[in-house]
């Protein structure tokens, strides 16, 4: 089975812009995949709220590219085939861009996993 593919990275980062979520499209997309990694569960409706995001101006579009940002991370982590993709520039952009919005995705990955784990997380001995 398939993975369903992320949205575009520009089209996540006009909606970021209009939403005025104070975020890169890297850092939402390691936000949102760290969440989930670490147990937490997201309504479609609330889910910039649960991963701390307050829209400055609007609301997500339905069906827009913060949807199917979320369908396809979940689907992406649930994925046996491991048919996994972070959502970062292409090949064509320069070096300090990719590395850059890399690190981003990092950070972002971190702190949805301490958001959804909480204080105490629930970890087995190799974790």
Do not use: N
């Amino acid at each position: 089975m398939e993975s369903p593919e992320l949205p575009l990275l520009e089209q996540v980062e006009d909606e970021i812009v209009r939403l005025r979520l104070g975020v890169s499209a890297a850092e939402l997309h390691g936000s949102l995949c760290g969440y989930l990694s670490g147990g937490g569960k997201l309504e479609d409706r609330d889910w910039l709220e649960a991963l701390a995001l307050q829209t400055g101006e609007g609301s997500p579009k339905p069906d827009g590219a913060l949807d199917s940002l979320l369908r396809a991370s979940r689907a992406q982590l649930g994925d046996p085939d491991m048919g996994f993709a972070l959502l970062l520039p292409d090949e064509d952009c320069e070096v300090e861009a990719r590395a850059e919005a890399l690190l981003e995705w990092c950070r972002g990955f971190l702190g949805g996993f301490g958001l959804s784990a909480g204080a105490e997380p629930r970890l087995s001995p190799e974790a």
